[in-house]
């Protein structure tokens, strides 16, 4: 992008936020008067003449901030877009739930019914679901009932993963209520700064988003490989289609499932971020070989919300090595391959629900669970490229470089069965070989030089 294309987009970023600010000051301004009301009515026994419904929330009719947006969306009524305000308190206006630190005076401690908590490093107030009742509810036990709806898994607030009650375990016998309100990281963030979220590789979140400044045009793969590829694309492009206006979703399963399999570097992972980049999808690549040696119960969380995240989003889930988890299944001999037999029911589950694209990746697709690979629409095989296609990768990898005469990229192609990921290993090798004879222009010494590391690498010599 160009430098006034780069200030537009940061023009654009700064507009939205400021928008979003000003609605959550308005906002926030509302949640102040609110909890000011409750207070009088509620602690000091004042009888105002008016309800806390009276005051009424910011019209956002015409409001085009990702906040106001957000609420329209969801058809918010007061008392989540209360219960949404308190979760975002702390951590923009916190001083407005200091009034929840005054002490009642009969015992000497603050208020049961204010609920809360105090941070390890955070000074202020932070609420809970009795505060949320508190200033929803009051003393009106009906209305309790009905802000504890809003904490249920079956709500919209936990389901689409926006906020929940932060249950601790093994406190389950202490009232619902009395756990933190927490806001997911993502609507924190997109909520505040107006900006989509896109998470990172975390231990909470074990994907990774993928990108490629490769295009199609870049791709070398058989016709009637890329024509297998196009089916993906196909599917992404008609599915509202097929399933809504032809009436089919009776009969077919939602979403696509695709494994790609072939030898390493062949261009599977790029084919799955070449998807997303074309379809305008996010592609997050979970590396099952590393989720899988710590896959005990922790894991099997981390991985539902990798789905749970998913699921709203329309990303494109990569498996990579997939063959370490949806391998075939051990016979269980002792609990704790009974365990791992468990996950993996659990995680062929997920896979076959999800209602987006899921390209599953590996080098050994013998062993692939056969249960597993009933469930695919389809299976890609990623052959070692042919001659021809060497010669492309070849031509395409080196363009722009400064060759000297005895380059000879059909010998290269003829002599040696290797793959689009072995050619770029040893574009790097050979770029830097030249450069440190001081040279900028790569001779075939310097190939064939990064030709014999890359075989020694697989096991082979030149
Ligand atoms: N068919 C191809 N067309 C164009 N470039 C390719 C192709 N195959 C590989 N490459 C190049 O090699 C790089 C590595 O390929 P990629 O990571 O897609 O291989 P892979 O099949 O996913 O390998 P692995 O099985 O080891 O994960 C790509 O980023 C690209 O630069
Ligand atoms: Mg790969």
């Not at 975390?202 to 490629?212: M, Y």
């Not at 793969?221 to 694309?233: G, W």
């Not at 031509?395 to 072995?422: C, M, P, T, W, Y």
């Amino acid at each position: 992008m160009c430098f006034l294309g780069v200030l537009k987009q940061k023009n654009m970023m700064h507009q939205r936020m400021r928008n979003n600010a000003k609605t959550l000051s308005r906002e926030l301004n509302w949640l102040k008067s609110v909890l000011k009301l409750r207070y009088k009515i509620s602690i000091e026994s004042q009888r105002p003449n008016q309800d806390i419904y009276e005051i009424l929330p910011p019209d956002i009719s015409q409001d085009n901030s990702v906040y106001a947006q957000c609420i329209r969306h969801f058809a918010m009524s007061s008392d989540e877009r209360l219960v949404l305000i308190l979760s975002l308190c702390p951590h923009i206006r916190p001083e407005i739930l200091d009034l929840f630190f005054t002490k009642n005076k009969s015992y000497e401690r603050i208020y049961t019914q204010f609920g809360g908590l105090v941070g390890k490093r955070h000074s202020g107030f932070l609420p809970t679901g009795e505060t949320a009742a508190f200033i929803i509810a009051g003393n009106n036990v009906a209305k309790r009932i009905e802000v504890l709806e809003l904490f249920r898994p079956s709500h919209y607030f936990s389901k689409l993963g926006i906020l929940k009650l932060d249950l601790q375990k093994g406190q389950y016998r202490e009232p619902v209520l009395s756990n933190p309100l927490e806001i997911s990281e993502e609507y924190l963030m997109r909520l505040t700064s107006g900006q989509p979220y896109k998470p990172d590789f975390s231990t909470t979140f074990p994907a990774k988003l993928l990108s490629t400044r490769l295009d199609w045009a870049d791709l070398v793969l058989d016709p009637h490989v890329l024509a297998e590829v196009s089916e993906i694309t196909a599917w992404l492009e008609h599915e509202d289609k097929i399933m809504n206006d032809w009436g089919l979703k009776k009969l077919l399963k939602r979403g696509y499932r695709a494994l790609f399999y072939g030898p390493p570097g062949t261009g599977k992972t790029l084919t799955a971020c070449l998807l997303g980049k074309s379809m305008g999808l996010d592609v997050y690549r979970v590396d099952l070989s590393q989720v899988v040696s710590k896959y005990i119960g922790e894991t099997e969380k981390n991985m539902a919300n990798i789905f749970d995240q998913a699921e709203n989003k329309n990303w494109i889930l990569f498996f990579d090595e997939a063959d370490a988890l949806f391998g075939k299944r051990t016979n269980a001999s002792d609990s704790k391959d009974r365990h791992a037999n468990q996950e993996v029911a659990y995680l062929l589950q997920r896979v076959e629900d999800y209602s987006g694209v899921i390209i599953l990746a590996t080098n050994l697709k013998a062993n692939m669970d056969i249960a597993f690979t009933r469930r695919f629409q389809s299976m890609i095989y990623f052959p070692t490229p042919n001659y021809e296609q060497r010669l492309r990768l070849w031509r395409n990898s080196f363009e722009g470089l400064q060759l000297e005469d005895d380059v000879d990229f059909h010998q290269l192609a003829n002599d040696h069965k290797i793959a689009g990921g072995s050619i770029i290993n040893i574009l790097r090798y050979c770029s830097l070989s030249a450069l440190s004879r001081g040279q900028d222009k790569i001779a075939m010494e310097d190939i064939e030089e990064g030709l014999r590391k890359e075989l020694r690498k697989e096991g082979k010599t030149l």
